[in-house]
Structure formats: structure tokens, C-alpha cells
């Protein structure tokens, strides 16, 4: 799925394993202030968001003007065209007719991101798309934990919650293949893959006791509030600190955000020191620093 010939990030199957040291390393040296990546003056970047964002949309927008190329943002919420009936792809078409340097895009399943990146001829970078995958948020992940534990390599990532709707979750099953790590998903039936070969959890505690890294998703409330109370699932599932107990001091809490605080993820969790939070959305600039420094280097 990942079109070569034009650099795009729609997936993290066909990206080479050597590719991801050295977007790592690159990230590593941005942060060192030790690469001069200063070098998109006078270029452009569209960012479309036709779904919402927070962190992965001004990540990007940080990562471009640090990059010193202009961010050019469409947000759907905006009065667009879109209003107007003109489709997801025409737009991205028009968008593309500008000629940015890039095209990054969140959207859902009703756009083809792998058709798309054949028929422009910029980069498309996946921010994103429907249930298939969020590329950039598992490599800050992973980048994160790297950055702590040392390596990706052997790790056991232990996923709880809503797994079954998360294309955070699906882009770690990409990753996990390509660096070395193991997953587990943990959490109720109906959250969970209906057919999956990796090792499942019913029992958050004995999760715990595996993972060296345990990550909360966000509970998917306008798909389950209705089936579950949301006080049981924060007492079986939750990342309370009396559930944390289980968990290893050397290992990392993550979540990708956003949190609903008191289901998935205590508040007084972020304070925790084994929590990454607020340092996965750090090391999130500084990756995508890396990937657009790549695309503009011609070379992701
Ligand atoms: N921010 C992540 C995503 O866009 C996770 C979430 O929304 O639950 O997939």
C-alpha cells in the first residue's frame, strides 16, 4: 500500500526496518538540535482534516513552520466547499493543484488514501484514515519508547480497550512486526478484534503483570455508552492507580489521546512517574519533524 514512487506514509508495511532508525535518528538529532532542517522556505504543506484532531493536527502544523515551510490548514469545521457538495476527492484534488510540498490527511474509510497518493503528485501522509490506520502516532510511540526503555526490540506492548475500533491499535500490529515488539490486546468481548492471533487478556491484572509498556485507549463512547457502565469498565479495564499496582515500576503508562479522564485513564495517573503522556505528544512533533524532513529530502 505504500506508493513509493511518491514518497507517501500511507501505511507502515512497505516502509523498509532501516527506515525507521533513521527517522529515530533524525528525530534524535532535531531534538539535539544537531540537523539543520530548515530547508522548506517558501514551500507550502496542506494539512486536511476532514475529521477532528487536537494533537496530530498541530503536530504537524508545529513540525512544518519548524521546518520553515508554511502550514496550509483545511479544517472541515471551516466553512469549505465541502458545504457546497464538492466530494472528499475533488477537494484533496484542488488542494493538490496548488502544489504543496505535501498533502496530510485525516479522514474516513469513504476516502481511498491508496487510490489517492496515485493520482497526485505529492506525498500523501496518512494522519489518520477511518479504522485502517494512524502511521505517525504508532511511530511516536514506538519513538517514545525507545526513548526509555532503550529499544523497541522484545518489548510486550499491552493494548486495553477499544481495539476493535482503533487504527491506533492497527498501525502497532503493522509496527510491531517491523521492530521486534510483542502485542497483547486486553479488555471486554466486545471491544476486542473478533478473530485475532495475538494474545488476549480478559484479566487487566495478568495483562499488567506482562506488558512492559501498558496503553489505554479512549473508550469509543458514541459506540459503547449505551452497552457498558462506564463505573465497571473504569474498575475491570480502567488505568486507575489501584489497577496500576499490577504493573511493573520500570514500565511506561501510555494513551494516545484524547483521554476521558475517569474511564480510561485516572487523572491523577498522568502524574504517575511511568506515564508518557504528555511526552508521547513531545516526541510526536519531533517524528513528524523527521518524516517531513525525509519528504523534502526526497527520501522517506
Ligand atoms: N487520536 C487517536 C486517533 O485519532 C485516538 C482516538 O481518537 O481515540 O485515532
Request: with cysteine; glycine share 8%.
Amino acid at each position: 500500500m505504500l506508493s513509493r514512487n511518491t514518497n507517501s506514509l500511507i501505511d507502515l508495511v512497505s516502509l523498509e526496518k532501516e527506515k525507521f532508525n533513521t527517522l529515530f535518528s533524525f528525530a534524535d538529532q532535531i531534538s539535539l538540535n544537531k540537523l539543520a532542517t530548515q530547508k522548506g522556505f517558501g514551500k507550502t504543506g496542506a494539512l486536511l482534516f476532514f475529521e477532528a484532531s487536537t494533537r496530530t493536527r498541530m503536530s504537524f502544523e508545529t513540525a512544518s513552520a519548524r521546518l520553515g515551510i508554511y502550514p496550509l490548514l483545511l479544517d472541515v469545521k471551516s466553512g469549505t466547499s465541502l458545504e457546497k457538495g464538492e466530494t472528499l476527492e475533488d477537494t484533496v484534488l484542488n488542494v493538490a493543484a496548488m502544489n504543496p510540498s505535501y498533502l496530510v490527511i485525516r479522514c474516513g474509510d469513504d476516502l481511498n488514501l491508496s487510490e489517492m497518493a496515485k493520482k497526485v503528485s505529492m506525498p500523501i501522509l496518512n494522519a489518520g484514515w477511518g479504522k485502517k490506520g494512524h502511521p505517525t502516532q504508532a511511530l511516536l510511540d514506538a519513538y517514545t519508547i525507545r526513548k526509555h526503555l532503550g529499544t523497541c526490540e522484545g518489548q510486550r506492548l499491552l493494548i486495553v480497550g477499544d481495539v476493535r475500533h482503533s487504527r491506533v491499535a492497527a498501525s502497532h500490529f503493522e509496527l510491531a512486526k517491523k521492530l521486534g515488539y510483542e502485542v497483547a490486546v486486553c479488555g471486554p468481548v466486545d471491544f476486542l478484534p473478533e478473530k485475532t492471533s495475538l494474545k488476549v487478556f480478559s484479566n487487566l491484572h495478568e495483562g499488567l503483570q506482562w506488558a512492559t509498556v501498558a496503553m489505554a485507549l479512549r473508550v469509543q463512547l458514541e459506540r459503547h455508552a449505551m452497552k457498558y457502565s462506564l463505573t465497571d469498565y473504569r474498575e475491570q479495564f480502567g488505568f486507575t492507580s489501584k489497577n496500576l499496582e499490577s504493573l511493573s515500576d520500570n514500565a511506561l503508562i501510555m494513551h494516545p489521546g484524547p483521554i476521558n479522564q475517569g474511564t480510561e485513564l485516572d487523572s491523577d495517573v498522568l502524574q504517575d512517574p511511568r506515564c508518557q503522556v504528555l511526552n508521547q505528544v513531545s516526541n510526536g512533533v519531533l517524528i513528524r519533524q523527521a518524516i517531513l524532513y525525509s519528504v523534502l529530502e526526497g527520501e522517506l
